[in-house]
């Protein structure tokens, strides 16, 4: 005998369980879903079905409540639930504000001519991008200019190079006030001096007296050259090192931008450059195919000797504080004396503080020395260097 598997015993239990119930209530086995259907479209078409009693509603499935829901008489009502309820108060109100509320007037249009102020830059903010010279490999700066001008400024800087942002802030002043570019090329094959004059300045606590800062600053250069000029790093970057470097990079220079006039522009360590610069064409070798360069402007030189204004035949402008321990009086002197003698047209402006005091040397490079030291002298001379350019070139 073969026992039949537990659910299928179990299904007819249940049906047989609910045949006897539905014999003991009186009524008959529950006709199939369609026979049910048909029979209420039949009921629909005579007569409205009867409400279903509350024993009814319990023992049906909550799928036939809903529907039975469709027979009931069209003229009865439904008691909305309290959340329904309330959304529906709330879709009024809502209705009800949004015809009695206004149009909101749109904000005012400033006016078309009314200029906004210009973004105020970064601090290390720069115009122009750094590039290197395929030929020489010579890491240089230059400035941005929309001017087709076919005029270019080479800017020889202090002993930090490129290393120094302020330098090449430098740059871009006398590019905006030249209206052509400025290439400031690297003069110490990525070698800057090591000890930068920001971190001197630093090194110094700036007293309520200004005149006392001054006095520290001078003390600094009268006592020693570091901070300025190492004699370690200078063994390293001799003239008779740095002197064909430089050749062959402005040669570079000139060929790749195509420049009709060269102005240069030396400060402090390039500034004795500027001067081997402004020789004659015949004995300059500096210049590998044409004699570009027409004027010049050394500021504050260091490591001049009177020898070097020998050979300059043309316009100098020379730009020096008093009493500058890397520019002696004597070197000054002999200088002017040999471009006087060689009948060279020349101009030299000494600057001091505003209470007569001497500067100290480097003062000219903006951002190198606090205000309450230089004033606006940094300013003043990259105007007066753009003056004396300006008249030779144009």
């Known amino acids: 005998m073969r026992l039949l598997p537990a659910p299928i015993l179990s299904l007819s ?10 014999q003991e209530e009186g009524r008959g086995p529950e006709a199939p879903i369609e026979s049910r259907a048909e029979l209420s479209n039949s009921d629909e078409s005579t007569s409205s079905v009867t409400e279903s009693t509350d024993q009814d509603q319990s023992t049906q499935p909550k799928q036939q409540q809903k529907d039975s829901g469709a027979d009931h008489k069209q003229g009865e009502q439904t008691t909305p639930s309290p959340e329904s309820k309330s959304e529906s108060q709330e879709e009024i109100a809502l209705d009800s504000e ?12 400033p006016p078309k001519d009314e200029e906004q102020p210009p973004p105020v830059p970064p601090k290390d903010h720069l115009q122009g991008q750094k590039f290197v010279l395929s030929e020489t490999g010579t890491e240089v700066y230059v400035t941005k200019s929309e001017s087709k001008a076919k005029k270019l400024a080479i800017l020889l800087t202090n002993s930090l190079g490129l290393a120094s ?51 520290s600053f001078k003390v600094k250069a009268a006592n020693t050259v570091k901070g300025f000029l190492d004699e370690m790093w200078l063994a390293k970057h001799t003239y008779e090192r740095t002197a064909p470097q430089l050749s062959a990079t402005i ?29 004659g064409h015949e004995s300059n070798a500096w210049s590998a195919d044409e004699d570009l360069v027409a004027v010049g402007a050394t500021i504050h030189p260091s490591l001049v000797k009177a020898s070097d204004f020998a050979k300059v035949t043309k316009p100098l402008l020379m730009v020096s504080a008093a009493n500058d321990p890397l520019l002696p009086d004597n070197v000054i002197r002999q200088g002017v004396g040999q471009l006087q003698e060689n009948n060279v047209e020349f101009d030299t402006i000494t600057k001091a503080n505003e209470e007569g005091e001497d500067l100290p040397h480097g003062f000219a490079v903006p951002g190198d020395y606090p205000e309450s030291v230089v004033g606006e002298k940094p300013r003043e001379v990259v105007e007066a260097v753009a003056r004396w350019i300006m008249e030779h070139l144009y």
Request: aromatic share 6%; no cysteine; net charge negative.
């Open 98 to 109: 949004n015809e009695e509320a206004r149009p909101l007037e749109p904000p005012p249009v």
């Open 165 to 215: 942002v302020n330098n090449l802030r430098l740059a871009d002043q006398y590019a905006e006030v030249l209206k052509f570019p400025v290439v400031v090329p690297d003069l110490f094959d990525k070698d800057p001096i090591p000890i930068d004059r920001e971190q001197a300045v630093n090194q110094v606590s700036e007293p309520a007296d200004s005149s006392s800062l001054l006095a």
């Open 251 to 279: 040669a570079e220079i000139v060929e790749v931008f195509k420049p009709e006039m060269v102005a240069v522009i030396g400060y402090s360590f390039g500034g004795r450059y500027v001067l081997n610069l402004l020789e």
């Open 13 to 22: 239990t249940t049906n047989m369980s609910d045949h006897s119930t539905q």
